[in-house]
Nanobody
Framework: QVQLVESGGGLVQAGGSLRLSCAASGRTFSNYGMGWFRQAPGKEREFVAAIKWSGKRTDYADSVKGRFTISRDNTKNTLYLQMNSLKPDDTAVYYC?????????????????WGQGTQVTVSS
């Protein structure tokens, strides 16, 4: 059974940093793209960042470019999201996901497996 478990969320002041982790189990994900999405109250789920299976290509939403960094450790089946210079607008539930293929995609329809989410709250 495939399982994705996010951790690292919490409450932080504006300008602070958090590092999210997503531990994958149930299969080997080294051949698949992975991504982070987020959903704020009353809003649709939105793309944050994605990474190719090899880690050699990454893509970011314009709203987080230059502040967030996505990375992966295929030996540990783990995905990361380093979030710096956090803003109140970053407040949301953050979800990790595994793509159907090996590429990096911003489209949530390209993702097959999802975690349960971790809450990130940024206070002003």
């Amino acid at each position: 059974q495939v399982q994705l478990v996010e951790s690292g969320g919490g409450l932080v002041q504006a300008g602070g940093s958090l590092r999210l982790s997503c531990a994958a189990s149930g299969r080997t994900f080294s051949n698949y793209g992975m991504g982070w999405f987020r959903q704020a109250p009353g809003k649709e789920r939105e793309f944050v960042a994605a990474i190719k299976w090899s880690g050699k290509r990454t893509d970011y939403a314009d709203s987080v470019k230059g502040r967030f960094t996505i990375s992966r450790d295929n030996t540990k089946n783990t995905l990361y999201l380093q979030m710096n210079s956090l803003k109140p607008d970053d407040t949301a539930v953050y979800y990790c996901a595994v793509a159907r293929g090996g590429g990096s995609s911003f489209n949530y329809l390209d993702y097959e497996y999802w975690g349960q989410g971790t809450q990130v709250t940024v206070s002003s």
